[in-house]
């Protein structure tokens, strides 16, 4: 299989993490705001057709149809005062424009699947920036590239490579209805990533609407190159992806890790295309075309995440399987790195997780009733397993993976003391490409116009809002 090295990403206003606040709208308020956006752009007669405010017969769809987290769908939960569901560039240059001008606040969201719900939910006035719209996907086999929409979703890009080429693929992540915006602004972990790195890795160039609404267009990033009846257990598999032939795998695995036991008859030989269906957990022997179905059983959850530097004890595994059973549903995750990931260093991209890792720790608890009080049990849980892993994980920062957003470690109200703030969360994410990210984001953003709960800040100079 080849990968396809380079990907041209349309990420359109995703410059860092972006803003936030709910807002009761006023019809005031939306007509100020769509004549703003008429005036701002060359399609006005579309403007009413993308334009959502909750008098709206569409507005709740529109509102729901990207939420993954069903945590976010209570009456409670702040709603938007206008939904911009865009299809055009213009409209996006105009939508930030717009919000600007009007003093609302933007968030924006490519798939919805933000685990606490940043990219559509705030607890201040704000309006969506709702991406779904701009889809679009070129893939050149000639030169082994792609030009990808914010909009589009992960298999719609598998499936638009499969189109073209049964040979190549692209190491991105494994659901198929994330957003290509949200996925590669945060790394983009893949099960390729030992052999080919993140997605962000082979993003070489990208299309971006900034605070003043031009679109820049310039390179950003270089390529690079038993009897268990009546006991509580645990179950434990062991999911790999390999590229090669079963024959191959099965010496590797017996030298390397005999315990296992390993077998031919426990390999499934496949396509690039094919193995992304499994790890979607589609039924054997669905087509591609399943990865273009944008619909996702949602779920009540929560996730956390941990980076693992030195190997855990079996003393101490069999430590946590006993705190787990003991908690009742929390699920752990182990993600090997190694491999390309400790080729590269941690500052050539803002991800910074890169070699000294063993692994990635991703911490999951689901439930099906909603209420308060499920919710607390649950999210008790996985905290109470967070703080159980402590002694196994990094420390100095407790690092965190971006994309698995977790509030617990740390929020910013973008105030005068935003900068320290975020430093909490910051240095979790981004390790020492924080103050980097801050020099970038006061530079291009001095009035922290693009800002979130967990976003990038200016300087302290500069001061917050």
């Not at 969506?128 to 992960?154: C, H, K, P, Y």
């Not at 003393?315 to 400790?342: E, P, Q």
């Not at 990094?394 to 993976?401: A, G, I, K």
Request: glycine share 8%; with cysteine; aromatic share 10%.
């Amino acid at each position: 299989m080849r990968t396809l090295p380079r990907i041209n990403l349309v990420l359109l206003a995703l410059l860092f993490a972006l803003s936030s606040i709910h807002y009761a709208a006023s019809d005031a308020v939306y007509d100020k705001f769509v004549q703003c956006l008429s005036s701002h752009s060359n399609t006005s007669d579309q403007i009413s057709s993308i334009v959502f405010s909750p008098e709206n017969p569409s507005y709740k769809s529109v509102l729901l149809n990207y939420i993954r987290n069903l945590r976010f769908t209570t009456a409670k939960t702040p709603k938007p005062a206008i939904i911009v569901t865009p299809t055009s560039e213009a409209h996006v240059q105009a939508a930030v424009i717009c919000a600007k001008s009007n003093n609302l606040l933007m968030k924006v969201r490519s798939g919805g699947h933000d685990y606490e719900g940043i990219s559509y939910i705030s607890n201040g006035t704000f309006i969506i920036l709702d991406m779904f719209n701009l889809r679009a996907i070129d893939i050149s086999i000639a030169d082994e590239s792609a030009i990808v929409q914010a909009g589009a979703t992960l298999g719609e890009l598998y499936y638009s490579i499969w189109e073209k080429s049964k040979v190549h693929g692209f190491p991105a992540g494994v659901c198929p209805t994330v957003g290509v915006g949200g996925h590669v602004s945060g790394g983009g972990y893949g099960n390729m990533l030992r052999k080919y790195g993140l997605t962000v890795d082979h993003v070489y160039d990208a299309k971006i609407v900034d605070v003043n609404g031009r679109i820049l267009d310039r390179l950003l990033l270089q390529p690079v190159d038993s009897d268990t009846k009546g006991r509580k257990t645990l179950r434990v598999s062991f999911i790999g992806n390999f590229l090669g032939d079963a024959d191959r795998l099965i010496n590797v695995m017996s030298e390397g890790l005999p315990e296992l036991g390993l077998k031919k008859e426990d390999c499934m030989e496949m396509s690039w295309i094919q193995s992304m269906l499994v790890w979607a957990n589609f039924d054997k022997g669905t087509p591609p075309s399943a990865f273009l179905n944008r619909t996702y059983d949602s779920n009540f959850l929560k996730r956390k995440s941990d980076y693992v530097k030195k190997p855990i004890s079996k003393v101490a595994l069999d430590s946590i399987w006993k705190k787990m059973i003991a908690l009742g549903k929390t699920g752990l995750v182990f993600n090997a790195y190694g491999g390309r990931m400790s080729e590269i260093l941690e500052d050539e991209t803002p991800f910074p997780h890169r070699a000294g890792n063993l692994y990635k720790i991703q911490y999951s608890v689901n439930w099906e009733d909603g209420g308060v009080d499920a919710e607390s049990k649950y999210l008790d849980q996985i905290r109470q397993l967070y703080s159980f892993m402590t002694p196994f994980v990094s420390n100095n920062p407790r690092e965190s993976y971006l994309n698995y957003r977790d509030l617990d470690i740390g929020v910013s109200d973008n105030g005068r003391n935003g900068y320290n703030e975020a430093l909490v969360y910051g240095r979790k994410y981004f390790k020492g490409n924080f103050d980097r990210l801050v020099a970038v984001k006061s530079a291009v953003d001095p009035d922290n116009f693009f800002r979130n709960e967990q976003s990038i800040p200016v300087q302290p100079s500069k001061g917050n809002k």
